[in-house]
């Protein structure tokens, strides 16, 4: 090793697809690989704190008898409003049984039914039960199972509180060309310390980005307030390939007031039977103006609280804005509280917590931002468009999710796709790529400044503020145009900031923020339509002639990633 951060695979994030990626490369464990393999995992804050933790709901798979893949197949396709890739899908659902088996055997304790199986759950969308849970707990527990797998691993090393800034570039010629985007090959990362304020060079052969998803672009989300889009604005900077940034699935259900990270209320509860209802006490219908062909053409269509989130999410909108209610109500009055509580310990105590004497009083629910359907672009084996970078989890656009990811597809397809690049990478290192040489012209300024917090975290707000109006569960064409052209103007003001200071994590994640919400800006302004998670009020029909694809980004506004000189 050149240098005390050269590794030979750099993982950013610790969820569930960073952890498992780093548990079958180390030591030559992915099927393939043969050598041993040093990988560090860089994380911003605490090693459990990333989406996965807060999961409640679960990890779909085809286990019951009266379950068959086909089945998940075409309700995975349903929901995603003709997007999805089918071959992405196929193996999402073949590969997920055996990936969750693997969880069982490192730990991972799922909720058990009376015979000792795995107790299978119900959610939006789906036509079977077939969500393997642990409680209303289950990101967590999956985080800690592989957690304390990973701790006695001496060839994973894991840094907390490091936030990385920018992929490092490399070319085999001359350092100074080619830009990002034009050949250049992912060899590592500049990563920031939080603790010391330095910035390191952590080199490697292979990176998997695993940063998790972008919630924290808009003023409600589930998310913790890590997720600031990081991977998808990083991949971007160094020339890879981005899709779907405008389908971002609002959860329809998260506790109000959905301040801060917004408490989430599992659709795990409608799978239990609870229903949405107005204030007066009557049901919530759908909201009569979606495209909702594909799921009118299923007979029996379920009832609005098993249907796919874009639906029922939109369905609340509507009934907010026409009537003015602060929120709508979620009714689990028909369960035993004793059921309740010991299916939903979490979600229990946070209400109780809150005053709400949940079964026998109905919770009060909004939508709020959760998931990123699309991200950085990869193949089935998690490779995105620049050599040496791997993507898996929220951060990746692998074709699975389509217009509107399926509940509980998530976690498993973080599973699946960190198995298939961790075999990649092996087969991949052990085809001799070398790690690369000196960093050319390393360019973070070394000026510091006081921080203007207060300035940061105004703009971190109005951003927010812009994407929820502008830019969230309803569009139409001028608040997107409005939204693209003042996003254009931060984005441009807080790069110039950004480059003329010493980094620090706050500006740095703003940074991110800002080009992210414009890619997400971006893509909703190419696709004047409406399908799945994209709902235009100028454009309310789905329109299968024109824009029955991706919407793909690409030849990122480059010259902010760092060229390194290939060994
Ligand atoms: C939930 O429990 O409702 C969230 C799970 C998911 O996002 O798939």
Redesign the pocket.
């Given at each position: 090793m050149n240098s005390p951060h050269d590794v030979d695979v750099l993982v950013i994030g610790s969820g569930i697809a960073g952890l498992t990626f780093a548990l079958k490369l180390a030591g030559g464990g992915a099927p393939g690989g043969r050598v041993r393999t040093r990988v560090a995992i860089v994380t911003k804050k605490d090693r459990a704190d990333s989406n996965t933790n807060y999961?409640?709901?679960?990890i779909a798979v085809v286990l019951a008898g009266d379950d068959a893949e086909e089945l998940h197949v075409r309700d995975t396709l349903d929901s995603g409003a003709g997007l999805c890739h089918p071959a992405a899908v196929e193996q999402l659902v073949r590969e997920g049984p055996e990936r969750v088996r693997e969880l069982v055997e490192w730990g991972a304790r799922f909720s058990r039914g009376e015979g000792g199986g795995l107790e299978l759950g119900r959610?939006g969308g789906h036509s079977r039960r077939r969500i393997v849970h642990a409680a209303?707990y289950t990101g967590r527990e999956v985080e800690r199972a592989l957690l304390a797998a990973l701790a006695a691993h001496p060839d994973v090393r894991m840094l907390e509180d490091h936030l990385a800034l920018d992929l490092l570039l490399a070319h085999a010629g001359s350092p100074a060309a080619p830009g990002p985007g034009q050949g250049a090959r992912c060899a590592g990362a500049l990563v920031l310390d939080r603790e010391t304020g330095e910035v390191l060079e952590f080199r490697a052969r292979a990176v998997l980005l695993a940063s998790g998803g972008l919630g924290c672009v808009y003023r409600h989300t589930t998310n913790p307030e890590i997720a600031t889009g990081d991977g998808v604005a990083m991949a971007w900077r160094a020339g890879a390939d981005v899709a779907d940034l405008e389908f971002v699935?609002f959860?329809p259900?998260a506790l109000y007031p959905a301040e801060g990270r917004a408490f989430?209320?599992?659709?795990?509860v409608r799978g239990e039977g609870a229903v949405l209802r107005k204030l007066d006490g009557s049901k919530l219908g759908t909201s009569g103006n979606d495209n909702e062909a594909v799921e009118a053409a299923r007979a029996p269509v379920p009832e609005l609280s098993l249907r796919t989130r874009d639906v029922v999410a939109r369905a609340i909108y509507r009934e907010l804005s026409e009537s003015g209610d602060p929120y709508v109500l979620l009714d689990a009055s028909h369960m035993p509280a004793g059921r309740f509580a010991a299916r939903f310990p979490v979600i229990a105590a946070e209400c109780r917590s809150r005053g709400i004497d949940v079964p026998g009083e109905p919770i009060p629910v909004v939508p709020a931002a959760?998931?990123s359907c699309g991200g950085v672009v990869t193949d089935l084996d998690g490779r995105s468009t620049v050599p040496g970078l791997y993507a898996a989890g929220e951060v990746a656009c692998t074709g699975v999710h389509g217009a509107n990811?399926l509940?509980?597809?998530?976690?498993l397809e973080a599973l699946v796709w960190a198995h298939r690049a961790a075999r990649a990478v092996a087969a991949e290192l052990e085809a001799a790529s070398v790690l690369p040489g000196d960093v050319v012209a390393p360019t973070t300024p070394a000026h510091r400044r006081e921080h203007d917090a207060v300035r940061i975290l105004a703009l971190r707000r109005e951003l927010q503020e812009l994407m929820w109006a502008d830019a969230g569960i309803v569009r139409n064409d001028e608040c997107l145009l409005r939204a693209e052209q003042r996003l254009r103007r931060m984005r441009n003001e807080v790069e110039a900031e950004y480059r003329r200071e010493a980094p620090w994590p706050e500006l740095a994640e703003l940074r991110n923020l800002a080009e992210v919400a414009l890619l997400i800006v971006r893509c909703a302004v190419a696709r004047p339509e409406s399908r799945g998670l994209h709902f235009n009020t100028d454009h309310p029909g789905r329109d299968d002639a024109g824009f029955a694809r991706d919407t793909v980004l690409r030849d990122g506004e480059a010259g902010t990633a760092r060229q390194v000189q290939q060994g």
């Amino acid at each position: 090793m050149n240098s005390p951060h050269d590794v030979d695979v750099l993982v950013i994030g610790s969820g569930i697809a960073g952890l498992t990626f780093a548990l079958k490369l180390a030591g030559g464990g992915a099927p393939g690989g043969r050598v041993r393999t040093r990988v560090a995992i860089v994380t911003k804050k605490d090693r459990a704190d990333s989406n996965t933790n807060y999961a409640q709901g679960g990890i779909a798979v085809v286990l019951a008898g009266d379950d068959a893949e086909e089945l998940h197949v075409r309700d995975t396709l349903d929901s995603g409003a003709g997007l999805c890739h089918p071959a992405a899908v196929e193996q999402l659902v073949r590969e997920g049984p055996e990936r969750v088996r693997e969880l069982v055997e490192w730990g991972a304790r799922f909720s058990r039914g009376e015979g000792g199986g795995l107790e299978l759950g119900r959610e939006g969308g789906h036509s079977r039960r077939r969500i393997v849970h642990a409680a209303d707990y289950t990101g967590r527990e999956v985080e800690r199972a592989l957690l304390a797998a990973l701790a006695a691993h001496p060839d994973v090393r894991m840094l907390e509180d490091h936030l990385a800034l920018d992929l490092l570039l490399a070319h085999a010629g001359s350092p100074a060309a080619p830009g990002p985007g034009q050949g250049a090959r992912c060899a590592g990362a500049l990563v920031l310390d939080r603790e010391t304020g330095e910035v390191l060079e952590f080199r490697a052969r292979a990176v998997l980005l695993a940063s998790g998803g972008l919630g924290c672009v808009y003023r409600h989300t589930t998310n913790p307030e890590i997720a600031t889009g990081d991977g998808v604005a990083m991949a971007w900077r160094a020339g890879a390939d981005v899709a779907d940034l405008e389908f971002v699935q609002f959860h329809p259900t998260a506790l109000y007031p959905a301040e801060g990270r917004a408490f989430l209320i599992s659709e795990a509860v409608r799978g239990e039977g609870a229903v949405l209802r107005k204030l007066d006490g009557s049901k919530l219908g759908t909201s009569g103006n979606d495209n909702e062909a594909v799921e009118a053409a299923r007979a029996p269509v379920p009832e609005l609280s098993l249907r796919t989130r874009d639906v029922v999410a939109r369905a609340i909108y509507r009934e907010l804005s026409e009537s003015g209610d602060p929120y709508v109500l979620l009714d689990a009055s028909h369960m035993p509280a004793g059921r309740f509580a010991a299916r939903f310990p979490v979600i229990a105590a946070e209400c109780r917590s809150r005053g709400i004497d949940v079964p026998g009083e109905p919770i009060p629910v909004v939508p709020a931002a959760h998931y990123s359907c699309g991200g950085v672009v990869t193949d089935l084996d998690g490779r995105s468009t620049v050599p040496g970078l791997y993507a898996a989890g929220e951060v990746a656009c692998t074709g699975v999710h389509g217009a509107n990811r399926l509940a509980s597809n998530s976690l498993l397809e973080a599973l699946v796709w960190a198995h298939r690049a961790a075999r990649a990478v092996a087969a991949e290192l052990e085809a001799a790529s070398v790690l690369p040489g000196d960093v050319v012209a390393p360019t973070t300024p070394a000026h510091r400044r006081e921080h203007d917090a207060v300035r940061i975290l105004a703009l971190r707000r109005e951003l927010q503020e812009l994407m929820w109006a502008d830019a969230g569960i309803v569009r139409n064409d001028e608040c997107l145009l409005r939204a693209e052209q003042r996003l254009r103007r931060m984005r441009n003001e807080v790069e110039a900031e950004y480059r003329r200071e010493a980094p620090w994590p706050e500006l740095a994640e703003l940074r991110n923020l800002a080009e992210v919400a414009l890619l997400i800006v971006r893509c909703a302004v190419a696709r004047p339509e409406s399908r799945g998670l994209h709902f235009n009020t100028d454009h309310p029909g789905r329109d299968d002639a024109g824009f029955a694809r991706d919407t793909v980004l690409r030849d990122g506004e480059a010259g902010t990633a760092r060229q390194v000189q290939q060994g």
